[in-house]
C-alpha cells in the first residue's frame, strides 16, 4: 500500500514539474516535448485511477497524435522561418490570469464534492448485458450515446476538410505536404519495416477487444495512423493525393456503416441506433472495425497536413 | 428514483422527423464528401430545400399541438441514453435558420456553383460541404436534450464554420480563421469542463431531469460560469467579440451570412437552455444584471465602433457585436422579481425574436455587401456613390434590414424590441429601455451614413464591373422582406415559442 501511496506521490511531482517546464520552455520543439511526455505520464496517473480505458485514449490521442501534430507544426514554423514570434506581455499576463481562475474554479469544484456522488455506472452495469458487450465504456460510446459518437466521427470528417480547404487552389486534388525524410538503410527504414506487421496486429487487437476490455475504435484507428505515417516518412509508401479513388471511401465508410445500422435499427428494432435483439454484438464489432479504418486513415491524413504538390502524372 | 415515475419522456408521433432533421444532412456531408466533384452542390440542391420542408413540419406539429416532439434515441430513456426534444424556441429558429441557409445557398450558386462536366475545385466542395453540416449542426443545437449531445453540436458548429472564413485563402483571413479557432476551442474546452462537473455532481446530463436535479453548490456554479463563459466567447458577446469583425468581414459574401446569422445563434441558443431551461433558478438578480450589462455594453461599443468603420463589411460585422448585446438584455428582463427565477416571458420571446429577426436581416444584409463588393470591385463606404443607381434592389434590399435593426414597425426587430421595452417597463427596470433606444439611435446612425453614400450621385455614372445575377439580389430582398414583415407574426404564430416549454408543462396546458 505504502509503495503506491509513494509512487502516486511521486508521479504527480513529475507531473507538476513536466507541466511547469513545458509551460516555462522557450523553445517550441523543447516545449512539444514536454507536453508529450505530459501526456504519457498522465496515462501512467489514468492507469493509477483504474480508468484504462481513458488511459489509453490519453496516450494514443493526447500525448502520441497531437505530440505528432505539434511536432509537424514546429517544423513548417522553422521552415518557413517564423520561429521567433514574442508574445506580449499583457497577453501573457492576461492568459496567466484565466490559467489560474480555470485552475480555482476546479479546485474548488473537486475539493467541495457533493456528500454523496451520484453515478450511472450500476445503471449501465445492469442493462449491458442486454447487448452482449462486456466493456461499459464500450457501452456508452455505441449503444447509449451511440449518437454522440457517430457524429463525433463526423466532426473528424469536417476537421480534414478543414485542413484540405488550406490549400492552393492550384493543387486541389494533390499530395499532402508530409516531410519524408527516405535514406537508405537508416535507422528509420528499418524501424519502418519492422514496426508496422507488429502495430497492425495490435490495432487488430485493440479494435476487437473493445468490446469486452479496454481498447476500441480510435486507439486501434491511432496505431494503424501511427504505422502508416511512419511507412509514409520513411519514404517507403508514398503519400497519396487526396484524389485517390480509394481513399475517400475509406475515410467514410466509419461513419456510413454506423449510419446505415443506425437507420436499419428504425425498421428492425425499436428506435434510431438501436440493435435488433441478439445482433446488437457482432452489429457493433462490424462498426468499430470500419471505424478504426476511417479513423486511422482520418488520423494519417491530418497528421499528413494540407496539400502542397499537385499530383503528379 | 422519484423522478423516474415523473417523467413520462416517450417518442412522440412524428418523433422520427427529429432524427431525421440531424440524420439527413449528416448523411449529405459524408455522401458529398466521396462523391466529390460536384456532387456536394447536387446533394445540397436536394438536401437544404427538404430540410426547410422538414423544419416547417415541425413548427406546424409544434404549433398546433402546442406540445414538444420527443425522440428517444436508441430506445434507452434519460439519464442512460439521449432524448431529442423539439419545443416552440427549437421549432421557430430551426424554421428561420432552413430559410436563411437556402436563401444563401441560392445566393452562392454564383460564386460557388460548379458546371457540369468540370473537375473538382476546392472552395465549392468545401462551401457546400461546410454549409450543409453548419444546418445539421444547427439543428443539433436545437433539438439535442443533452448537455453532452449540445457539445458534440457546437463542436461540429465550429469545424463547419472556421474554415468558412478562410475559404479565399488570402493570408489576412487566414489570420482572422485562426484567431476564431483559438476563440471557439477555448469555448470547448470550458463548455466541456463545465458538463464533466456537472454529470459528477448529478449523475446525468439529460435537460430535464437536470433542471429537476440542481441545486446552488460550489461545483454546479463553476460549472454553470465556465460553461456560460465558454458560450459566451463562441457567441462572440463583448468583450470576447475580438475574433468576431476581422472572421464576418473577410470572410466570401455567402459565407459571412450564414457565420453572421447562423452560426453566433447555436452557441447563444445554448445559453438560453442552459439558463431558462436548466437552471433558471441559479442566475439571480445579479447574474441577470451582469448579463444585461454585457448586453448593453456590446451595443454601445460595436454601435460606436461601426459609426467609425471605412469598409462596408467591417460596418456590417461590428453592427453584429452590437446586435448580439441586445439578445442579453433579455435575462435581467425575464427574471421574475419574486421567485426570482427566469420566466418564459414576454422577454424571453422578444429576445429570440431578436435572434430570428437579425438572423434574417444580417445575412440579407452581408448579400447585399457582397454584391456591392463584386459590382464596384471595393467595399469603402466613402466613395459608394451612384450604387444605389447602378443595383437599386440590392441597395433596397441592405436599407429593408436596416429597418429592422433599427427596429421600425412592421419589422421583427420592432416586435422583438416592442416586447423587450414592454418588459423592461413591467419590471421598472427603465435603464435597459434606455439602451435599446440608445442602440436603435446609433443604429439609424449608421445606416443613414452608408445609404446617404449609396444613394449619392457619383460623377459619371457607374459601369458593373460584373453583371449580378438576378437570383443573388432576389435571394437578399426575399430575406430583407421577411425580416421586414417578421413583426406581422404577433398576428400569428408568435406564441409558439412558448410552446412545449418546462414550466408549461408543470402547470398543464394552457
Known amino acids: ?48 485511477l483504474a480508468a484504462v480505458d481513458v488511459a ?20 513548417r514554423l522553422r521552415f ?65 450515446r451511440a449518437l454522440d459518437t457517430l457524429l463525433e466521427k463526423v466532426v473528424l470528417i469536417l476537421a480534414l476538410l478543414g485542413v484540405w480547404s488550406l490549400a492552393p487552389d492550384s493543387v486541389w486534388g494533390g499530395i499532402p505536404g508530409l516531410r519524408v525524410y527516405a535514406r537508405r538503410s537508416s535507422t528509420l527504414t528499418f524501424l519502418a519495416q519492422l514496426l508496422p506487421p507488429v502495430g497492425i496486429v495490435v490495432a487488430i487487437y485493440m479494435c476487437w477487444v473493445g468490446a469486452k476490455e479496454p481498447g476500441g475504435a480510435f486507439q486501434g484507428g491511432t496505431v494503424l495512423a501511427a504505422m502508416w505515417l511512419l511507412v509514409m516518412i520513411a519514404g517507403l509508401k508514398r ?37 435488433p435483439p441478439g445482433y446488437a454484438k457482432p452489429l457493433i464489432v462490424a462498426v468499430e472495425v470500419a471505424l478504426t479504418l476511417s479513423i486511422g486513415v482520418a488520423l494519417g491524413l491530418l497528421a499528413a497536413g494540407p496539400l502542397e504538390q499537385a499530383q503528379q502524372q | 428514483m422519484p423522478e423516474a415515475n415523473v417523467l413520462p419522456d416517450a417518442t412522440t408521433t412524428d418523433g422520427a422527423l427529429l432524427v431525421l432533421a440531424i440524420v439527413s444532412p449528416a448523411a449529405g456531408v459524408l455522401l458529398s464528401f466521396v462523391l466529390g466533384g460536384q456532387y456536394a452542390e447536387r446533394i445540397a440542391a436536394v438536401l437544404l430545400p427538404s430540410g426547410l420542408f422538414l423544419a416547417s413540419i415541425i413548427f406546424v406539429d409544434v404549433w398546433r399541438s402546442g406540445d414538444r416532439l420527443i425522440y428517444i434515441v436508441g430506445d434507452w430513456t434519460p439519464p442512460l441514453g439521449i432524448a431529442l426534444r423539439a419545443d416552440g424556441l427549437s421549432a421557430a429558429m430551426m424554421m428561420t435558420m432552413a430559410i436563411v441557409i437556402c436563401a444563401v445557398a441560392i445566393f452562392a450558386l454564383a460564386d460557388f456553383g460548379t458546371r457540369a462536366g468540370s473537375a473538382e475545385a476546392r472552395a465549392p466542395f468545401a462551401f457546400w460541404i461546410l454549409l450543409m453540416a453548419i444546418w445539421g449542426a444547427m439543428n443539433m443545437v436545437f433539438l439535442g436534450g443533452d448537455l453532452f449531445t449540445l457539445y458534440v453540436a457546437i463542436e461540429l458548429l465550429t469545424f463547419a464554420a472556421v474554415p468558412l472564413v478562410c475559404l479565399d485563402g488570402r493570408a489576412e483571413t487566414l489570420q482572422a480563421a485562426l484567431r476564431y479557432l483559438l476563440f471557439a476551442l477555448l469555448g470547448s474546452i470550458l463548455y466541456l469542463v463545465g458538463t464533466a462537473l456537472l454529470y459528477g455532481s448529478y449523475a446525468t446530463l439529460d435537460i430535464v431531469l437536470l433542471s ?60 438560453v437552455r442552459l439558463w431558462f431551461d436548466v437552471m433558471p433558478g441559479m442566475l439571480g438578480p445579479a447574474g441577470a ?41 433579455m435575462f435581467p ?28 436581416a444580417k445575412a440579407a444584409m452581408f448579400m447585399a455587401a457582397g454584391i456591392i463588393y463584386a459590382v464596384l470591385g471595393h467595399d469603402r463606404i466613402a466613395e459608394l456613390g451612384g450604387v444605389a443607381r447602378a443595383i437599386p434592389m440590392t441597395i433596397f434590399a441592405f436599407a429593408l434590414g436596416g429597418v429592422s435593426l433599427i427596429g421600425l414597425p412592421p419589422s421583427g426587430g420592432f416586435l422583438a424590441k416592442w416586447l423587450l421595452l414592454e418588459a423592461a417597463v413591467a419590471t421598472g427596470q427603465w435603464w ?14 449608421y445606416m443613414f451614413i452608408v445609404l446617404s453614400r449609396a444613394v449619392a450621385p457619383s460623377g459619371e455614372p457607374l459601369k458593373p464591373r460584373v453583371a449580378v445575377p438576378r437570383y443573388q439580389e432576389a435571394a437578399a430582398l426575399a430575406l430583407a422582406l421577411t425580416s421586414l414583415l417578421l413583426g406581422l407574426v404577433a398576428f400569428g404564430p408568435v406564441d409558439i415559442l412558448q410552446a412545449g416549454r418546462l414550466e408549461s408543462m408543470l402547470v398543464g396546458p394552457r
Open chain 1, 1 to 48: 500500500m505504502t509503495i503506491f501511496a509513494v509512487f502516486d506521490i511521486g508521479l504527480v511531482v513529475l507531473i507538476l514539474g513536466i507541466a511547469v517546464s513545458t509551460i516555462a520552455a522557450r523553445d517550441a520543439f523543447a516545449a512539444v516535448i514536454g507536453f508529450v511526455v505530459y501526456g504519457l505520464l498522465l496515462s501512467i496517473a489514468w492507469v493509477r
Open chain 1, 56 to 75: 489509453l485514449t490519453e496516450a494514443a490521442i493526447g500525448g502520441g497524435m497531437t505530440g505528432m501534430l505539434m511536432l509537424g507544426a514546429v517544423a
Open chain 1, 80 to 144: 518557413a522561418g517564423g520561429n521567433d514570434i514574442s508574445i506580449s506581455l499583457p497577453v501573457r499576463f492576461a492568459t496567466a490570469v484565466l490559467c489560474a481562475l480555470v485552475a480555482a474554479g476546479l479546485a474548488i469544484a473537486v475539493l467541495s464534492p457533493p456528500d454523496a456522488i451520484p453515478t450511472l455506472a450500476p445503471m449501465v452495469m445492469e442493462n449491458l448485458a442486454q447487448s452482449g458487450l462486456g466493456n461499459p465504456v464500450a457501452g456508452v460510446l455505441f449503444v447509449y
Open chain 1, 239 to 275: 503519400v497519396p493525393s487526396i484524389g485517390q479513388p480509394w481513399l475517400r471511401p475509406l475515410l467514410v465508410v466509419g461513419p456510413v456503416i454506423f449510419l446505415a445500422i443506425g437507420l436499419a435499427g428504425m425498421v428492425l428494432a425499436n428506435a434510431f441506433l438501436a440493435y
Open chain 2, 212 to 271: 429537476r436535479r440542481i441545486h446552488m453548490e460550489p461545483a454546479t456554479l463553476v460549472a454553470a460560469a465556465l460553461m456560460t463563459i465558454g458560450l459566451f466567447a463562441k457567441t462572440a458577446l463583448f468583450p470576447l467579440h475580438l475574433w468576431l469583425p476581422p472572421a464576418h468581414a473577410g470572410a466570401p459574401a455567402a459565407a459571412s451570412a450564414v457565420l453572421s446569422a447562423v452560426v453566433v445563434k447555436g452557441s447563444f441558443f445554448i445559453v
Open chain 2, 289 to 329: 444584471q451582469l448579463f444585461g450589462g454585457l448586453g448593453a455594453a456590446a451595443i454601445v461599443f460595436g454601435s460606436v465602433v461601426a459609426l467609425q468603420q471605412q469598409r462596408l463589411k467591417l460596418l456590417i460585422a461590428y453592427s453584429t457585436v452590437a446586435q448580439i448585446g441586445y439578445l442579453f438584455l
Open chain 2, 333 to 360: 428582463l425575464a427574471l421574475d422579481t419574486v421567485s426570482a427565477e427566469l420566466q418564459s416571458s414576454g422577454a424571453l420571446t422578444g429576445g429570440m425574436l431578436q435572434a430570428i429577426s437579425h438572423a434574417t
Open chain 2, 432 to 445: 435597459w429601455a434606455i439602451v435599446m433606444l440608445a442602440g436603435g439611435l446609433f443604429t439609424s446612425g
